[in-house]
């Protein structure tokens, strides 16, 4: 109800704006205005009442295709508009007396909303560029097998923000392909609510090829406990999809477990925790009973959906060398060139997106592929990692 109103008022107000301001000096502006404040209301509108009428599946990729447009709408244009009101009503306030408005002070705000809107637009049409980071990793007395071993690292899909895209998805697994991956680390978050998002996508990923194997691992959204009104019954019949469909998309799957390869005479271990709950409150499988039963391994790596486990299980505590992180997502905002990076996302993760060291181990966090709750990646692109190992 209250979501009713705020964008009833901000629809009838910014309208009058457009009247008050342009109608009798610019009619052809006001007409042009009108039409585009027209267009994007009748946007609104629909998707709301898609919104508020559905009554299907939370995580049927429709759903939640038209959650993330709604927000998208609101952060865009609800907001925009919301700027807009305020600096002309300011200036009506001021000119209360003489029954007008200051006109500079509400061309300060269509200016400014112009320029908002043109950095989301951008955002939202570049949500999907994929930026490969190449890095070279030195690991301390590596065997000669693992030298030169190429490790691509993926994260944080949450597939249904695609939006019913599959042609984006493919995109992605062709460049993760075209970088001749020797393992795949997936660190989570295949979905944002549900297993049903992961339907039909599980196809399109299991076209992800790599010599020795792709890896994952649970995250926080793929345990189903985001969908509104979720019941115990309701998160085990979600976690069977999800490791039905993730073990379908060509992944071993590591939940709370190990596993191993063999390359040459040596071996390699990977150790995958699941993680749950919500920031700050968040929950992991414990990495010390992951291990348990695991033989002497010459390459550990480690797979964990919240880069904090690092610090407080990883690092310092164990043998693990390398462990794949995700789960930030770079906040979807900050700054990121190639001299300079950050996001806010700092001053809730200390280790928010890339390569992090303490003694001989060593965490890489990705910032994801995909997109959460709002379809924008503002100056902050999605990622896949390839990781190119060395003996330091």
């Keep these: 109800m209250l979501l009713f109103i705020i964008l009833l008022a901000a629809d009838i107000l910014s309208s009058l704006v457009l009247k008050d301001h342009f109608y009798r000096k610019f009619k052809t502006v006001f007409i042009f205005f009108s039409i585009i404040h027209l267009a994007f209301s009748l946007w609104i509108w629909i998707t709301f009442i898609r919104v508020v009428s559905y009554n299907g599946h939370f995580d049927a990729p429709e759903n939640v295709g038209n ?5 998208g709408l609101i952060c865009a244009v609800v907001l925009n508009r919301g700027l807009i009101i305020f600096t ?3 200036g009506k306030l001021f000119r209360i007396k003489q029954r007008n408005h200051i006109r500079v002070l509400t061309n300060i705000g269509l200016a400014s909303a112009a320029i908002y809107f043109s950095i989301l637009a951008l ?3 570049t949500r999907f560029s994929y930026k490969t980071e190449e890095l070279t990793l030195k690991i301390k007395d590596l065997d000669n097998e693992f030298a030169g071993l190429r490790v691509v690292h993926i994260s944080d899909l949450h597939l249904g923000g695609f939006q019913s895209r ?7 697994i062709e460049q993760v392909n075209s970088l001749k991956p020797d393992i795949i680390i997936n660190s989570g978050d295949f979905v944002s609510y549900g297993w049903r998002e992961l339907k039909g996508y599980d196809t399109i990923l299991a076209r992800a090829r790599s010599t020795y194997g792709n890896f994952a691992v649970f995250g926080n959204h793929d345990i189903g406990t985001y969908i509104p009104g979720q019941t115990e019954s309701g998160i085990k019949e979600n976690l069977a999809g999800m490791n039905e469909l993730i073990r379908s998309s060509g ?3 590591l939940d709370n477990s190990h596993t191993e390869i063999k390359i040459g005479t040596k071996v390699i271990s990977f150790i995958g925790v699941s993680t749950g709950g919500r920031f700050p409150e968040m929950t992991h ?9 695991l033989d ?14 690092w610090e407080e299980e990883i690092a310092g505590s164990t043998n693990i060398d390398l462990t794949f992180s995700g789960h930030t997502h770079g906040m979807q905002i900050g700054f990121f ?4 990076r950050w996001s806010i996302a700092k001053y809730f993760y200390p280790h928010w997106n890339g390569i992090y060291k303490e003694g001989v181990q060593w965490q890489y966090v990705n910032r994801g592929a995909g997109v959460l709750a709002m379809p924008f990646r503002i100056w902050m692109p999605p990622e896949i990692t390839v990781i190119t190992l060395e003996n330091g």
């Design 296 to 309: 002497s391994a010459d390459l550990m790596i480690a797979i964990c959906h919240d880069p904090d486990q």
């Design 88 to 90: 002309h009503y300011l």
């Design 67 to 71: 959650q993330m447009t709604l927000t």
């Design 166 to 172: 599959p042609d984006k998805v493919a995109e992605l």
């Design 337 to 340: 060139t190639g001299f300079f």
């Design 285 to 293: 499988g414990k990495i010390i009973e992951a291990m348990k039963g």
């Design 123 to 125: 955002s939202f049409l």
């Design 251 to 253: 992944y071993t799957l």
